[in-house]
Nanobody, 124 residues
Framework: QVQLVESGGGLVQAGGSLRLSCAVS????????MGWFRQAPGKEREFVAV????????DYTGSVKGRFTISRDNAKNLVLLQMNSLEPEDTAVYYC?????????????????WGEGTLVTVSS
């Protein structure tokens, strides 16, 4: 069983930065692709970023490319999302997710494990 706990959300002004963390339980963390997703009020959950099990492959949704960076520390069972130049449109609950298959995470295909989410609010 894998459990994911997000942290690091909060209120920030436009142009500011936040770093989200996802702590993952389980001894097989290094075999999971990890992703970040977000859901704004009244909208569907959407893909933000994904990183492969080894950390060698990453991908981002277009609106965050150049502003957000996903990384992982397999020794500490952590996945990070560094968010810079935040915009009011980035306001959402951010979720961490894990699955054995990179494509499953990238395209949100029945992902096995989800965290509870952390709220990010960007004020204008």
């Amino acid at each position: 069983q894998v459990q994911l706990v997000e942290s690091g959300g909060g209120l920030v002004q436009a142009g500011g930065s936040l770093r989200l963390s996802c702590a993952v339980s389980g001894r097989t963390f290094s075999s999971y692709a990890m992703g970040w997703f977000r859901q704004a009020p009244g909208k569907e959950r959407e893909f933000v970023a994904v990183i492969s099990a080894s950390g060698g492959v990453t991908d981002y949704t277009g609106s965050v490319k150049g502003r957000f960076t996903i990384s992982r520390d397999n020794a500490k069972n952590l996945v990070l999302l560094q968010m810079n130049s935040l915009e009011p449109e980035d306001t959402a609950v951010y979720y961490c997710a894990a699955d054995k298959e990179l494509g499953t995470v990238r395209f949100m295909r029945n992902i096995n494990y989800w965290g509870e989410g952390t709220l990010v609010t960007v004020s204008s």
